[in-house]
Nanobody
Framework: QVQLVESGGDSVQPGGSLRLSCVAS????????IGWFRQVPGKEREGVAC????????VYQQSVQGRFTVTRDGAKNTVYLQMNSLEPEDTAVYYC????????????????????????WGQGTQVTVSS
């Protein structure tokens, strides 16, 4: 049974940092693309970042470019989303997801962050940025 479990969400002040973790069981993340998504009530879930293990490339939503970084620890079967310089607009529930149909973040660009490509999803973790 495939399971993705996110953790690390919290409440922080603007300008703060958080690191989200996504631990996988039932699949080897090295064989999948991992996307990070976020959703606020009343809005569509949107892609934030994607890492494709096949070529090691990443792609980010423009609003988080330079502030967020996605990395992978194969030994722990875990993917991380480091979030720096957080802004109130980053407040959302954050989800990780796995896809074996996204092969290159670099070549696919933002298309790699379309939710329909992803077959496995975590339950989400809340990030709140507020003063």
């Amino acid at each position: 049974q495939v399971q993705l479990v996110e953790s690390g969400g919290d409440s922080v002040q603007p300008g703060g940092s958080l690191r989200l973790s996504c631990v996988a069981s039932g699949l080897t993340l090295d064989n999948y693309a991992i996307g990070w998504f976020r959703q606020v009530p009343g809005k569509e879930r949107e892609g934030v970042a994607c890492l494709t293990s096949s070529d090691g490339t990443t792609v980010y939503q423009q609003s988080v470019q330079g502030r967020f970084t996605v990395t992978r620890d194969g030994a722990k079967n875990t993917v991380y989303l480091q979030m720096n310089s957080l802004e109130p607009e980053d407040t959302a529930v954050y989800y990780c997801a796995a896809s074996n149909r996204v092969h290159s973040a670099q070549h696919m660009g933002v298309i790699a962050m379309i939710t329909g490509w992803y077959d496995y999803w975590g339950q989400g973790t809340q990030v709140t940025v507020s003063s």
